[in-house]
């Protein structure tokens, strides 16, 4: 049924049940004019993320189950990046009324399904018409013993990622190629091998993990603009250098195929492409991790070694608000 | 200078200069990829609400300052219905990249204004670039140390208002009419008598104001949509009836001046125009307090009743997202 005919309050009146929760810490979820909580511990985490049509995502390439799922995972993302644990999350939806109330629940379905994974309760928010396409802000709450900054990373660290990079990169421009052949994509029967479909998996619907063990970590940030980007970030906020070694970085067989098929470098989308969700971090070079050591904290310049050893110097390029000219 | 030119990381340094705290329970502000906070009490309020271009607001009538006076009204407006102190504020925006950096600084001047007045921090968002117009979403942090609900109200109780209704909705209908006219508004030298002024100015930059005293109150909520809706949410959530006396609304002079020039019915503005940001609220009728006794909790069913006395049954009619033809 059309939003038109179900309206506001009705809306809600569903999303309230399906996102109801029984967990002792929610005083007041959905339906009143705050969500209201009982903080167990003294310290907490908020981020806020919004995700616009046309700007970071396109509906004839994602579901609306992805979307649910990503908005939440890319907010889950930066609260695992400052060591903290998830807990509370809150939508606000802009959408045109034209809009079916399954396609919503359908949003919602991809959003309780990473809630569940990782323990977080759907609080609140505001539901709206919008008359520019759909409009996603998720605000998250979380709690952390310790938190981890951008500003702590120290010479002599080392650089560290906890998994591969540039798949979200790669796998939107698949999507992108798509599109321009105008296929109607499916992702339950896609035209596409395996191995480009898990580097989409990897764009629509991101898997942020959290570090177990933040002992001795001295800086964290998590990859959504890209990795040159974000260790700048990290270098700027710290006030330090950094070296990276490009035959460290780890890059997935997936996307070294497909690159190569395409005549394309694949190292490029793994220094610049972003959205991969993986963990940046810094500690000292000892510290025992499985995650993979790319480079060192130096004291200043920010350089690309290359398999002869040429060192480059790099800047902060990767995917920048009002100056990258294509959407993601 | 235009969005495009700055960019997303310059603008975030910008506004991160603008909105530094000295707070003590702000250990994080805006800059990493969460904010985080020291939290005094154990029980803390959440509210996020969202703003559209075309549907919330029209940059036709208002200022960047005032819409950024109003994004954050409106929350702390929440959390005053919730008988709580507003805290900690956080803005997602979307910009079209066309935008000059100017507006932006505006439109958190105006935040800053009102920020600073109720005591309110701004501790972090999400900026980036929009294809389809200004979007804003807020969420606002606050404290309570009693929380009340909209679910309290019981039998026999008193209905209160803390201001005149109407105001609001009537200074959008007359802001709908110069625009019509192709009027150019500006808010300095304004081509409309201070009394149509004060209306449109209840419009675009709402003053919410708390409750000093909230013993003995049942519960609360503030008019955003309508009394007659608002009204009705209390009814729902408290599983009771009501009866309201249309004399007994308060309505300015103002309201009542420009209705009858009009030819139009002040009550018609007071009973379903929405935005006054004004408590309603339900406590025994003996309660001690400056706000205005509209009418009484009953066990069931809804009722207006006139000046001669005739009882006519009320929906909830409104301001309802997806229903409602015309935007705000």
Redesign the interface.
């Known amino acids: 049924m059309r939003?038109?005919e179900?309206?506001?309050?009705n809306?809600i009146r569903r999303l309230r049940t399906l996102c109801k929760s029984t967990a002792k810490d929610i005083?007041?979820g959905i339906?009143?004019?705050?969500?209201?909580?009982?903080?167990?511990?003294?310290?907490?985490?908020?981020?806020?993320?919004?995700l616009?049509?046309?700007?970071?995502f396109d509906l004839s390439f994602t579901t609306f189950y992805q979307l649910g799922y990503k908005v939440l995972a890319v907010n889950i993302s930066?609260?695992f990046?400052?060591g903290?644990n998830p807990k509370?999350f809150?939508?606000?939806?802009?959408?045109p009324?034209a809009y079916d109330s399954k396609d919503i629940h359908k949003l919602y379905s991809g959003i309780m399904k990473i809630a569940k994974k990782f323990g977080v309760v759907v609080?609140?928010?505001?539901?709206?018409?919008?008359?520019?396409?759909l409009?996603l802000?998720g605000?998250l709450?979380?709690h952390?013993d310790r938190?981890i900054?951008?500003?702590g990373a120290r010479e002599g660290d080392g650089i560290f990622v906890t998994g591969t990079l540039g798949d979200s990169s790669m796998g939107l421009m698949l999507l992108k190629k798509m599109r321009t052949k105008n296929w109607k994509l499916r992702t339950s029967h896609f035209p596409v091998p395996t191995s480009q479909l898990r580097l989409i998996k990897r764009h629509l619907m991101p898997e942020p993990k959290p570090l177990k063990n933040t002992e001795g970590i001295t800086s964290?940030?998590?990859v959504s603009d890209g990795l040159l980007i974000d260790l700048s970030h990290i270098c700027d906020?710290s006030k330090v250098g950094a070296i990276i070694y490009k035959e460290r970085i780890p890059v997935s067989r997936e996307l070294i195929n497909t690159a190569e098929n395409l005549g394309l470098d694949p190292i490029k989308f793994a220094l610049t492409g972003g959205e991969d969700y993986i963990l940046l971090f810094t500690a000292p070079p000892e510290i025992k991790t499985k995650a993979n050591r790319i480079g060192e904290i130096i004291k200043r310049g920010r350089f690309v070694v290359d398999s002869r050893g040429k060192k480059t110097p790099f800047k902060?390029e990767g995917y920048?608000?009002?100056?990258t000219v294509n959407?993601r």
């Open positions: 939003l038109s179900i309206g506001e309050f809306l005083v007041l339906g009143d004019d705050t969500a209201a909580i009982k903080i167990a511990t003294k310290k907490i985490l908020i981020t806020s993320d919004m616009l049509e046309g700007i970071h930066d609260i990046a400052m903290g509370y809150l939508l606000n939806i802009g959408v009324k609080v609140g928010g505001d539901t709206c018409a919008s008359r520019q396409g409009v802000s605000t709450l979380g952390a938190i900054m951008r500003s964290m940030i998590d906020e902060a920048e608000h009002f100056k959407s």
